[in-house]
């Protein structure tokens, strides 16, 4: 038997090749099969397709025709982030530059936890993770740093460690109810205290009940804020809370993983006004960065916090290497293997510029508030607010919680468009999260249009098919 090509050397390219033609003609075929922006009928019918087409996961003979025949199922069974009905979550449809840009990562393969497996993109990450950071903290004194991160969860569990090492090894976390869910559960994985839970009135934190907090909670403590929140895409009032860190002595991390895009335009970029107040920021380019996933990041003013990174591992990072002056890259994460993420950012940064960027999130911005005005406008709907960045709240007027569940589900069941749901004062509300650029009016009115059809269809007492 010969040895399968290998995807880098002298005849990766052209090895790669003819099997990207097949690739490409698995998801066209396998995206037409789908139909829509999710496969129809449900988890028992979804799974049930995706068996028969698997067939034999480990035959003893293989099959020269596995990878059009899996691709084909995938691509059939996804979810596409690039529907104009695809828009329940923060899933980003990533540009093609930025997935072309990956398939040369995946290609070649550097792990960033040595310089000898990533001497080039080992420095390209250093040189990206500057520029980012300083977009975050552009007149910080000292130069300041960011991590390239898996996502928000990572990076907010490396900004509550960072935070506790700088404390002396411990720390209490005070944060919004609306704070997402992986602060929390950092704060269990690190053993830290249980979390000070602030109220969160209206979906953002209250500055006052937040003062009120800081001043009844021995320290040393760790405020985290919000700048864009998962249910509604709201910002807390970041300058007032950063006022409140400052009078208490406390240090401020804003996860702005959905609303840190914002940096890259000009026009919505005001709303981040008191980011650089804080000591650490999250931020996920695949959100408002159309990235394939991962694509994470951790900006952190004072450099020196990192130090609490640092490791020793021989084969590695070994001491006479580093005084010899080969870098260190052990400090620039918690994980080991890691891959070269950096390379499909400092594509989509060059190419598009800050301009290009920012074009992209003021068009989704535009579309959401285009969808609110339609909701407003329509009888049959009722409007929970006007968006902050890309997401729009919204429910069939004159109905209960229940219906709205059902209203998504079959939504989601048929796969005919693929909304969110958050509960917020108390009802509950679907999710429209904008984030195609490529998005147009009429994508906009067909998703009221099939929200009101399914709601009918329900109020008849029929499910679709």
């Not at 035959?59 to 990878?67: E, I, N, S, V």
Request: aromatic share 2%.
């Amino acid at each position: 038997m010969s040895t399968p090509p290998l995807a880098s050397g002298p005849l990766g390219p052209s090895a790669l090749r003819p099997l990207l033609d097949t690739v490409l003609a698995a998801l066209d075929a396998g995206a037409r099969a789908r139909g829509g922006p999710l496969p129809t009928g449900g988890p028992d019918a979804v799974a049930a397709r995706m068996r028969k087409a698997v067939g034999e996961v480990l035959p003893g003979r293989g099959d020269p025709h596995a990878l059009h025949t899996l691709v084909h199922a995938f691509a059939e069974g996804a979810a596409d982030p690039a529907h104009p009905l695809c828009a329940a979550h923060l899933h980003s449809p990533p540009l093609a530059l930025a997935a072309a840009a990956d398939l040369a990562a995946s290609a070649l393969n550097p792990s960033l936890d040595s310089w000898d497996q990533g001497p080039g993109p080992s420095e390209l990450e250093k040189t990206v993770a500057g520029v980012l950071a300083r977009e975050v903290y552009p007149a910080a004194p000292q130069n300041p740093d960011s991590l390239i991160t898996t996502g928000g969860t990572e990076a907010n569990q490396l900004a509550l460690l960072l935070a506790r090492e700088a404390n002396g090894g411990t720390v209490r976390l005070v944060c919004g109810a609306n704070a997402h869910h992986s602060l929390r559960r950092a704060a269990w994985l690190l053993g830290l205290p249980e979390p000070v839970h602030v109220p969160a009135p209206a979906g953002s934190l209250d500055p006052a009940a937040l003062d009120q907090a800081l001043t009844h909670t021995p320290g040393p403590l760790l405020v985290a804020a919000t700048a864009g929140t998962t249910d509604a895409g709201l910002i807390d009032p970041l300058p007032d809370i950063a006022a409140h860190c400052t009078a208490h002595g406390a240090r401020l991390h804003i996860d702005a993983a959905y609303g840190g895009g914002l940096l890259f335009s000009d026009r919505h970029r005001p709303r981040l006004t008191g980011l650089d107040a804080a000591d650490t920021v999250t931020i996920d380019l695949h959100k408002l960065g159309w990235q394939p996933v991962a694509a994470g990041i951790l900006a952190v003013k004072n450099p020196r916090d990192l130090t609490a990174l640092r490791h020793r591992a021989d084969y590695l990072n070994a001491a006479d290497d580093t005084e010899a002056g080969l870098p260190d890259l052990l400090g620039r994460s918690l994980r080991t293997t890691r891959r070269p993420d950096v390379l499909k950012l400092a594509v989509t940064l060059k190419t598009l510029g800050r301009d290009g960027l920012g074009a992209l999130v003021d068009q989704v911005c535009a579309h959401a508030h285009e969808f609110a005005r339609l909701v407003q406008n329509h009888p049959g709907f009722e409007l929970h607010s006007h968006p902050v960045i890309s997401t729009v709240l919204f429910r069939p007027a004159h109905t209960t919680d229940t219906t709205v569940a059902a209203v998504r589900r079959t939504l989601l069941t048929d796969g005919s468009a693929v909304l969110g749901r958050a509960r917020l004062d108390g009802r509950l509300w679907l999710k429209a999260t904008l984030l195609n650029p490529a998005t147009r009016p009429d994508d906009l009115a067909a998703l009221l249009h099939l929200v009101t059809a399914r709601q009918a269809t329900l109020a008849e007492g029929h499910t679709p098919r």
